[in-house]
């Protein structure tokens, strides 16, 4: 059994690790996991068992994975998913004109970035459909703003999930793990 060089530096992103760290859990030097990450060299058949424990762990159950959903620091993986944006109050009365489209700059299992021409303030609340595939239908979610800073290619947001489904939960860990990052 082989393991990617990406999906190795996926695993340890979606755990929060630093290389060191990861070095720790695994017993090997901080060099051995740069090197891996870097194609250079392969885990040995005992560490890619290791590495695979850890894989499993983040597939687990959302009690398991809880700890990781809303940890500050907690690294999103740079991807473009295709998302379709409802800002809530267009649910109540609004029209189908308020929903837009966008790509993610980035994803984790606890929010995501995305550009935008539209302005959203800290606070303001979403419903994003994210297409993870082509092939299967959109993870809904609720969102919060966390942020919001205009720059030069438009309004960077940053949202949080106020709540993602278990098979939601599922399909981002999925997603985030492939060595693929993204739609769009």
């Known amino acids: 059994m082989q393991m990617s060089a990406e999906e190795i530096k996926n695993i340890r992103r979606m755990l929060g690790m630093s290389q060191e760290r990861l070095a720790r859990e695994l017993g ?3 060099c051995t996991v740069n090197r891996w990450e870097r194609a250079k060299t392969a885990p040995s058949p005992m560490a890619i068992e290791k590495l695979s ?3 499993e762990k983040l ?3 959302l009690a398991e994975t809880s700890q990781f959903l ?5 690294i999103r ?3 473009e998913f295709r998302i379709k944006v409802e800002p809530v109050n267009s649910a109540m009365g ?3 004109s308020d929903i837009f489209e966008a790509c993610t700059r980035d994803l984790g299992l606890g929010g995501l970035r995305f550009f935008s021409d539209r302005i959203f303030t800290p606070g303001s609340k979403l419903r994003l459909f994210i297409e993870l595939s082509e092939e299967e239908r959109p993870v809904e979610l609720s969102t919060a703003v966390r942020w919001a800073h205009t720059n030069a290619e438009g309004n960077d947001i940053g949202v949080q999930f106020d709540d993602v489904p278990m098979g939601g939960l599922d399909r981002l860990k999925t997603a985030l793990l492939s060595p ?3 739609v769009c």
Do not use: A, W
């Not at 809303?70 to 907690?74: I, L």
């Open 94 to 96: 609004g029209s189908d």
């Open 59 to 61: 597939s687990s159950s």
């Open 70 to 74: 809303n940890r500050r620091g907690f």
């Open 180 to 182: 693929s990052h993204g």
């Open 77 to 79: 993986m740079l991807s």
């Open 53 to 55: 424990e850890l894989k």
């Open 28 to 30: 090997v030097s901080f």
